[in-house]
């Protein structure tokens, strides 16, 4: 689902409930899209599955999508892009005797409530560069659709300047 909010940012839920298959989405034409390949296809800048959001970039893609996590910021106060600090996924090595887990360059858009067993977006601005190198901003919103259920990923975003 994508609503225009009237202001140059469009507001975006992604249903990710399903926990095996991905769902892909392309930042510029604001849509879901299908890659045949998603580990080697342009197609495609986020992919959400249940609260996992991963970037075409580093471990889980070609398309050299970066990150850069900016806190103490307003969604509306972020204008350009930063020129560093980017980071994309990558292989979280644990003990020798465990499989490595997937490090998602989002593994910390969220904050978990032990107590309630819910999901609450945390407070930051997620700068996106895409496979076609532009650039985006992103407030995550909410992690469940207005009946509660979990896994409808909910966030703000809007094309920004480059780095200048």
């Known amino acids: 689902v994508v609503e225009d909010n009237g202001d140059g940012s469009s507001t975006i839920i992604v249903d990710g409930r399903d926990d095996q298959d991905w ?18 296809s342009p197609a495609w800048d986020l992919g959400v599955l249940r609260f996992n959001v991963k970037t075409n970039g580093g471990t889980s893609g070609t398309g050299m999508v970066g990150v850069a996590v900016l806190e103490g910021v307003t969604f509306d106060s972020v204008e350009q892009a930063p020129a560093d600090g980017y980071i994309s996924d990558e292989v979280n090595a644990g003990p020798a005797d465990m499989e490595p887990e997937p490090g998602y360059a989002f593994d910390l858009w969220y904050d978990y409530d032990m107590d309630s067993h819910t999901l609450a977006p945390r407070a930051a601005i997620y700068v996106v560069r895409t496979v076609e190198e532009n650039y985006f901003k992103i407030e995550f919103l909410d992690y469940y659709n207005d009946a509660g259920t979990a896994g409808y990923v909910k966030f703000r975003t809007a094309p920004i300047a480059a780095p200048g």
Do not use: I, N, R
């Not at 769902?23 to 080697?40: A, I, N, Q, R, W």
């Open 23 to 40: 769902v892909y989405f392309d930042l510029e034409s604001s849509m879901e899209v299908s890659p045949t390949d998603p580990g080697d």
